[in-house]
Every structure is written in C-alpha cells, then in structure tokens.
C-alpha cells in the first residue's frame, strides 16, 4: 500500500520550454502532496504543499509563478515549469500523505523526476 | 525553522558489520522519519519514529525525544544497503512540514 508514481521519470528539454510532471497517489487519496527539490549528492528541499481543491502553498525563495502547482483531485498533483533554463535542472520528487492510513503523519515518496534543461 | 544534523556524513562498510547513524535536532518535533536512498533515487520509508524503538529485520531506530536524537541501527550490513540515509523531522507547528537533514552515504563492500 501507500504507492506514489511520478511522469516523466528523466525529461530533458531546452531551455525556454515548459515542462509538466505529474504525481499520482495510486492506491490512497492525498488531500495534501508536497513536491521537494534534489541537487546532486544534497538534501531534499521542500518547494511546496499542494493541497487538493486550494492553492499551494510556496517556501521562502520558491518563485510560485515559475513552479506551477495544481492538485485538481486526491490522486493527482502537477508541478508545471514554466521557461525552464539551466539552472532549474535538477531532481524533483514529490510525496503524498494518507489522511486515513494507520500512520497520517507519514509521507511517502515517489520515484522523482531527473528535469535536465539544455 | 528546525535544524537536522547528521551524522557521520559518509560511512564505509564492510559486509557483515554493524553501524550506528545519528541525527540531532533542533527543536521539539511531533514527526521524525528515517528513509533510504537507493541509487536510481527512490526514498524508501524505513521508520516513522517521534520517540522510542522500532525494529524491522536488520535495522533498527530509536528516538529519545527529550534530549533530540535519534539513532539508526544497520546490523550484518549487506551490498543492498548501500545509499544515503536520511533523517527528517517536523515540528510540533506543523506535523507535515519535514526537514532533511544532509543524509549520511553508506557504502558496504563486498
């Protein structure tokens, strides 16, 4: 139980475009996902709360119209970025808590996604 | 917001051996989770653990809440668990909010 896929899992673009990534709750639903950001060999850093039905809620020096965050329904959360360039290469990842699992507290992560933007 | 330590920040095995990862923190929390990091970068859950002692398999954690630490036990380390190992916590504001810590990367060697 508690599976969280995420699409594209590697995407490379040029720069200027935009680029969508999709994160799905597959077996539970998720009133809330967050999507967190991975440079190599560091930490994650938290981007966003994505919250079903409601605008996301950005962290300190996350430009909210640059990362797009829509969470349309339970299972389903999309981080859009828009004219992407170089420096937003990176690893993405998103996660997913379950309101009614046993353990609510308890996020769980899907695959990531490697953006490379040429 | 929370401070994560951990520690050490590498960590060079050979198979069969035992290890101990620490991570501190700054503040009070309500949630303090432990995942591995497999290479293709997958975070797999290994303990929700605020306080106390957990056991599954070869690994083991504790959490004293009081004085900030937790401790991730590896015993008869093998190849597979290779990878980094992260400790993250959320604050008693905000149970969901996790900040990682820098991760320590475990290497085990044949």
């Known amino acids: 139980g508690a599976v969280v896929s995420q699409h594209p899992s590697r995407v490379i673009c040029k720069s200027g475009t935009s680029v969508k990534i999709e994160c799905r709750s597959l077996d539970f639903q998720a009133t809330t996902m967050f999507w967190y950001r991975q440079f190599p060999k560091q930490s994650l850093m938290l981007m966003a709360t994505?919250?079903?039905?409601?605008?996301?809620?950005?962290e300190q020096g996350v430009e909210k119209d640059k990362f797009l965050i829509n969470h349309a329904s339970l299972t389903l959360s999309t981080l859009t970025v828009t004219s992407a360039h170089p420096e937003d290469s990176s690893f993405y990842i998103c996660s997913a808590r379950d309101p009614r699992g046993l353990r609510t507290d308890t996020q769980y992560f899907g695959p990531g996604t490697r953006l490379t933007v040429l | 917001g929370i401070q994560v330590e951990q520690s050490p920040p590498d960590l060079i095995l050979q198979e069969g051996a035992n290890s101990t990862l620490r991570c501190n923190f700054s503040?009070?929390?309500?949630?303090l989770q432990w995942f591995h990091q497999n290479p293709w970068g997958q975070l797999i859950n290994l303990f929700y653990i605020p306080s106390g002692t957990k056991q599954n398999g070869r690994l083991s954690a504790t959490t004293v809440a009081t004085e900030r630490y937790s401790l991730l036990y590896i015993s008869s380390s093998q190849t597979t668990d290779s990878g980094v190992y992260f400790c993250a916590v959320a604050p008693r504001s905000n149970d969901y909010k996790l900040s990682f810590g820098a991760g320590t990367t475990v290497t085990v060697r044949a």
């Open positions: 503040d009070s929390v309500n949630n």
């Open positions: 994505s919250n079903e039905g409601s605008k996301a809620t950005y």
